[in-house]
């Protein structure tokens, strides 16, 4: 990968890639888009449940649903989930502000 990098980006020798700061940067820099996204997977892993259950609920709530003569409410099911997304959304963002607040702070 890194070779990679002098190849394509045409890189002039004025910074050595050996330099363990150097190396660090590039390596963890690789890191962040796995590391953010398994996090956002996280947190939709988190709230996702709650839309099946509302579904659960509305057939026990309507037996005409469980009969299958009524389709379930989905405007209730959509308002939920948009919550719920915001709700996910609110989970990740504090995070990605402390690892990028962590990581701005000089390394030497």
């Known amino acids: 990968m890194i070779l990679t990098f002098v190849s394509v980006s045409e890189y002039d020798g004025s910074t050595s890639l050996r330099s363990p700061i150097i190396f660090l940067g590039l390596l963890v820099g690789a890191m962040f888009p796995y590391y953010f996204s398994s996090n956002l997977l996280r947190s ?3 709230t996702a449940p709650a839309i099946p259950y509302d579904l659960k609920i509305q057939v ?3 037996p005409a649903m469980a009969q299958g003569n009524m389709d379930p409410d989905f405007v ?3 308002s939920l989930f948009s919550f719920q997304c915001v709700l996910s959304i609110k989970r990740f963002v504090p995070m990605v502000k402390y690892y990028l607040y962590s990581f701005s702070a000089p390394l030497w």
């Open 44 to 46: 939709v892993q988190k």
């Open 76 to 78: 209730r099911t959509s």
């Open 60 to 62: 026990e709530e309507i």
